[in-house]
């Protein structure tokens, strides 16, 4: 039995019902594995909360990357948020995650917690697309990061949505209308995502 199974029925169980209310028996009734099966990968249900948030998260940011590579305009700011935003609500367990019912260690998570520890990611990321020309240099980058910020979460607590696609491509017109540069070349902003992407990377693995 693949890991990839289990982490797909996992995340199928935890999205559907939090991880309060999922058990052990659950994923593995889903997974199609006995319970015992499931314990050789997995000693306990916050061990394998982690590695469904590890895996998804990646899963996200590998999805964007290669939006953003392939994208001629991928390194402006509005490219960057309409393909990140794109990349999370293809994934329920994301949104459970920002909703607050799912949490890295079986338990639901802080959303303020959350919150409060992108910020500073985020600023940063804006700073740098700033500095490299990428976005208006008379913008601030602390409050243009916190209302990227608040719109990805509300539109994340909002969910379900009956067209994701078009509000998520109406935010990254408005933003392409304050805060994108006007540059040919966006090279520079795919590699400050690129950094970014790091940067949660790390964050997310953090016991």
């Known amino acids: 039995m693949s890991t990839e199974v289990i982490l797909d029925a996992a995340a199928e169980a935890f999205s559907a019902h939090g991880t309060r209310r999922t058990t052990m028996e659950d994923v593995a009734l889903r997974a199609g594995v006995a319970k015992g099966v499931l314990y050789l990968r997995f000693d306990s249900k916050e061990s394998l909360a982690r590695a469904v948030v590890d895996r998804e998260m990646a899963l996200a940011l590998a999805t964007s990357r290669a939006e953003v590579a392939a994208d001629p305009r991928g390194g402006l700011l509005s490219r960057l948020f309409v393909h990140?935003?794109?990349?999370?609500?293809?994934?329920?367990?994301?949104?459970?995650?920002?909703?607050?019912?799912?949490?890295?260690?079986?338990?639901?998570?802080?959303?303020?917690?959350?919150?409060?520890?992108?910020?500073?990611?985020?600023?940063?990321?804006?700073?740098?697309?700033?500095?490299?020309?990428?976005?208006?240099?008379?913008?601030?980058?602390?409050?243009?990061?916190?209302?990227?910020?608040?719109?990805?979460?509300?539109?994340?607590?909002?969910?379900?949505?009956?067209?994701?696609?078009?509000?998520?491509?109406?935010?990254?017109?408005?933003?392409?209308?304050?805060?994108?540069?006007?540059?040919?070349?966006?090279t520079p902003g795919k590699e400050c995502f690129a950094r970014l992407a790091d940067d949660l990377e790390a964050l997310w693995s953090r016991p």
Do not use: C
């Not at 985020?122 to 243009?144: I, K, N, Q, Y």
């Open 84 to 186: 990140s935003l794109t990349a999370l609500h293809t994934r329920p367990f994301l949104i459970a995650l920002y909703k607050g019912e799912v949490g890295p260690g079986g338990r639901p998570s802080d959303q303020d917690s959350q919150y409060r520890d992108r910020l500073p990611i985020s600023t940063d990321f804006v700073r740098r697309m700033r500095d490299a020309g990428m976005v208006r240099a008379d913008l601030e980058p602390g409050p243009l990061a916190a209302n990227l910020a608040v719109w990805n979460v509300g539109l994340a607590l909002t969910a379900p949505h009956e067209d994701p696609g078009a509000l998520i491509l109406g935010m990254g017109e408005l933003v392409a209308r304050a805060a994108d540069a006007d540059v040919t070349n966006t």
